[in-house]
């Protein structure tokens, strides 16, 4: 019994990884195809989205299976719980990536601000340091490297504030950029909210390791705009 | 055994609706303190989030308890995965009258446009009657019912489309508009936004009476902008 729960727990591990990597790549590819143009790119991000709604419903009914069958207490259950919680932050994760990839979609000869976009492909590199160091940190169950990508957020949230100021400036200077720059407004918003569930996930990491539920920049988080 | 599992489910069913009762009134006040510029009341929004955050985790911790101690299977399971899932919905239902809170907070003396504050009171009217009827549907375990409360929250999303062509409209021909408009088309997002948790917790309903996970409004959820 406890062999076959290791390997079902292993099982579902992978699976989570796998998932992660999957929704890294969503929301690369989103904030590419928005900063490119490229609603080919953008379409992409929208069709695959239903596996990651999969990949999701899958995991968390491997969990409920294993919890309802196996029973598990204390560390058992805490890694089914993790991988449960986890999963549901990678998939609305994936769901900013396909808002992100609607915007590429929608936009028809916007006037465009380069210096916004280049700004927002910055926000959009650091946050992808930040996926993979979650997935890093998940795999070998490392709560100071959890610990870590949390604090990067801070970074992401001032990106998203100089974006959002920049995009208030140009509009007041140019009524042309102003459809423009509420796209942009809104992936950076995307964007940000995206590092929020990764900091989310930091905070299963820790519970995984502690059994403790844990607020990681609770400055920030759920306050997604300019608080000044 | 079986006494004191239905007891406990029964609890757990009143601290629910409890804590739907909390977040229903939490929106409603946010948007009554954004189109009133009340900040006092917008405060106390913000302040009373750490109750609803502590009702969802002690849900939470009960549905585990219950999970590992009792392993419910079939309809007894589903009944207590539907209030951890749908008390996670009303938690980020808080999260965003958190933030349209804080946006009323922010305000400093923006200039105003009436009209669209009246559209943003009349579409969170909406968004309070989803809510209402979200909880009677959840007590009575009536799918149908939630089936209705999920259509109307077409209707929600239309508000937002029309609320956000006005700001650009206004923005266009009022730079000192720019600013409160922003504010405007953030807050009508919110409120869309948790039309859509709304319609997850309908799903939810529909779960607990059928075992299937269903996808209402799939055409509206996750695309909380213009799509046109």
């Avoid at 309802?68 to 769901?95: F, N």
């Avoid at 870590?148 to 970074?155: G, K, P, R, Y």
């Avoid at 590092?195 to 988080?221: M, P």
Wanted: glycine share 4%; charged share 30%.
């Amino acid at each position: 019994m406890r062999r076959v729960f290791e390997e079902e727990l292993n099982d579902l591990h992978n699976h989570f990884f796998q998932m992660g990597k999957i929704v890294n790549e969503a929301v690369y590819k989103s904030v590419k195809a928005f900063v490119n143009h490229d609603k080919g790119l953008a379409q992409e991000v929208i069709d695959g989205d239903i596996i990651i709604n999969k990949h999701e419903v899958d995991l968390e009914k491997r969990c409920f299976e294993m919890i309802a069958l196996q029973q598990p207490v204390t560390t058992d259950l805490r890694k089914i719980v993790t991988i449960m919680k986890a999963s549901a932050d990678l998939e609305r994760m994936g769901d900013h990536a396909v808002s992100i990839a609607k915007s590429t979609i929608r936009v028809k000869g916007n006037k465009r601000d380069y210096a916004i976009e280049a700004q927002i492909a910055e926000m959009s590199e650091k946050v992808k340091v930040m996926v993979q160091g979650v997935l890093d940190a998940y795999v070998v169950s490392d709560a100071d490297k959890a610990k870590d990508v949390a604090l990067s957020d801070v970074a992401v949230d001032n990106d998203f504030k100089k974006i959002y100021k920049a995009c208030i400036k140009q509009m007041k200077s140019d009524p042309d950029i102003i459809l423009g720059a509420t796209d942009y407004m809104l992936v950076a918003g995307y964007i940000e909210r995206i590092g929020d569930y990764v900091t989310n996930i930091c905070e299963w990491i820790i519970y995984l390791n502690t059994g403790k539920v844990t607020e990681l920049n609770t400055h920030n988080k759920n306050d997604h705009f300019l608080n000044s």
